[in-house]
C-alpha cells in the first residue's frame, strides 16, 4: 500500500486514497506511530461521495476520529488535486463537520471553514478567561500576555472536563501568535487550524485584530484567517513531504 507524508503549518498527515469506506482506526494508530510507523498527528482517507467531489475519513494518532481538522483538509484538497481525483483545483468535500470548500493555488491552499458554534461565553477559570467555540471540533481559547504561560498540565484538565482543543494565544501589532493542545495527539502540536481559527474568532470578537490577519502557530509558518460575512477562511502553505510503502 503506498501512502504519502504531508505536512500543512507543522501538522503532518498520512494521505491515501481508496474506494472502500470502512473504519481505518486501527491502521492510523500503526501509520501514525512515529517510531514504528510513518509518523503523524493524523490519517486521511479520502473515499468516494455522491454529494460531493469526495468525502474524507479522519483519524487522530490514537485512532480516535475527528470531525474537522483546518490543516488537514489544506493538506487533503492539495492531494486531491495532485492525484487528479478532482476535476479542478476548487473542490468540495464532506467532512464530520459538514461540506468543506478549498482551493489550490500552487503550494498555497485555502479552505473555507464551517460556520462556528458558540458552545460557552467568556468564563474564568484557574486564573485565566475562557472561551469554548466549534470551529469544526471544539476549542477553548484564553488570550494571554506571554505564551510561556502555556502550561501542559492545565492543558490535559481543562480538555478533559471540557472535551475540547484547549489555546492558548497572544495578540501582537495586529498578528495572533498560537500555542495549541490537541485531542487525540494529546499534547502540544506545532499547529491547529481549527484551532488558530477559534483564537483569530475570539480576537476579531473583541476588536482585537481585524478581519484578516496573520496568525503564526508553534511551528512559526505564516498562515492567513479571514472572515467575510460570518464564514471564515483559512490560508497556507502545504507540502508534500514522501512517499511510503508500508507492508
Same mark, same amino acid.
Given at each position: 500500500?503506498?501512502?504519502?507524508? =504531508?505536512?500543512?503549518?507543522?501538522?503532518?498527515?498520512?494521505?491515501?486514497?481508496?474506494?472502500?469506506?470502512?473504519? =481505518?482506526?486501527?491502521?492510523?494508530?500503526?501509520? &501514525?506511530?512515529?517510531? +514504528?510507523?510513518?509518523?503523524?498527528?493524523?490519517?486521511?482517507?479520502?473515499?468516494?461521495?455522491?454529494? @460531493?467531489?469526495?468525502?474524507?475519513?479522519?483519524?487522530?494518532?490514537?485512532?480516535?476520529?475527528?470531525?474537522?481538522?483546518?490543516?488537514?483538509?489544506?493538506?487533503?484538497?492539495? =492531494?486531491?488535486? @495532485?492525484?487528479?481525483?478532482?476535476?479542478?483545483?476548487?473542490?468540495?468535500?464532506?467532512?464530520? @463537520?459538514?461540506?468543506?470548500?478549498?482551493?489550490?493555488?500552487?503550494?498555497?491552499?485555502?479552505?473555507?471553514?464551517?460556520?462556528?458554534?458558540?458552545?460557552?461565553?467568556?468564563?474564568?477559570?484557574?486564573?485565566?478567561?475562557?472561551?469554548?467555540?466549534?470551529?469544526?471540533?471544539?476549542?477553548?481559547?484564553?488570550?494571554?500576555?506571554?505564551?510561556?504561560?502555556?502550561?501542559?498540565?492545565?492543558?490535559?484538565?481543562?480538555? =478533559?472536563?471540557?472535551?475540547?482543543?484547549?489555546?492558548?494565544?497572544?495578540?501582537?501589532?495586529?498578528?495572533?501568535?498560537?500555542?495549541?493542545?490537541?485531542?487525540?495527539? +494529546?499534547?502540544?502540536?506545532?499547529?491547529?487550524?481549527?484551532?488558530?481559527?477559534?483564537?483569530?474568532?475570539?480576537?476579531?470578537?473583541?476588536?482585537?485584530?481585524?478581519?484578516? &490577519?496573520?496568525?503564526?502557530?508553534?511551528?512559526?509558518?505564516?498562515?492567513?484567517?479571514?472572515?467575510?460575512?460570518?464564514?471564515?477562511?483559512?490560508?497556507?502553505?502545504?507540502?508534500?513531504?514522501?512517499?511510503?510503502?508500508?507492508?
Amino acid at each position: 500500500m503506498t501512502y504519502k507524508k =504531508y505536512s500543512a503549518s507543522g501538522n503532518d498527515f498520512v494521505i491515501f486514497h481508496t474506494l472502500v469506506k470502512k473504519d =481505518y482506526s486501527q491502521e492510523a494508530i500503526k501509520l &501514525c506511530n512515529r517510531t +514504528e510507523g510513518i509518523g503523524a498527528d493524523g490519517l486521511i482517507v479520502i473515499v468516494p461521495n455522491d454529494n @460531493a467531489d469526495f468525502e474524507w475519513l479522519f483519524y487522530n494518532s490514537d485512532g480516535s476520529d475527528a470531525a474537522m481538522c483546518g490543516n488537514g483538509t489544506r493538506a487533503c484538497a492539495h =492531494y486531491a488535486y @495532485a492525484n487528479g481525483l478532482v476535476p479542478n483545483s476548487k473542490m468540495t468535500f464532506l467532512t464530520g @463537520a459538514g461540506v468543506i470548500q478549498s482551493q489550490v493555488d500552487g503550494d498555497i491552499v485555502e479552505t473555507q471553514l464551517t460556520q462556528p458554534k458558540v458552545i460557552k461565553e467568556e468564563f474564568k477559570e484557574d486564573g485565566f478567561i475562557w472561551y469554548l467555540v466549534d470551529t469544526g471540533v471544539p476549542h477553548l481559547v484564553t488570550i494571554v500576555e506571554d505564551l510561556e504561560k502555556y502550561n501542559h498540565d492545565l492543558c490535559a484538565k481543562m480538555r =478533559y472536563k471540557y472535551n475540547a482543543n484547549v489555546n492558548f494565544a497572544k495578540i501582537e501589532n495586529g498578528i495572533i501568535k498560537v500555542r495549541t493542545y490537541e485531542r487525540g495527539v +494529546e499534547g502540544e502540536t506545532l499547529a491547529c487550524g481549527t484551532g488558530m481559527a477559534a483564537c483569530f474568532l475570539r480576537a476579531n470578537n473583541l476588536g482585537l485584530v481585524e478581519n484578516r &490577519c496573520f496568525v503564526y502557530p508553534k511551528s512559526g509558518e505564516e498562515l492567513t484567517l479571514s472572515k467575510i460575512d460570518e464564514t471564515l477562511f483559512f490560508k497556507g502553505a502545504v507540502k508534500e513531504v514522501f512517499t511510503a510503502e508500508v507492508k
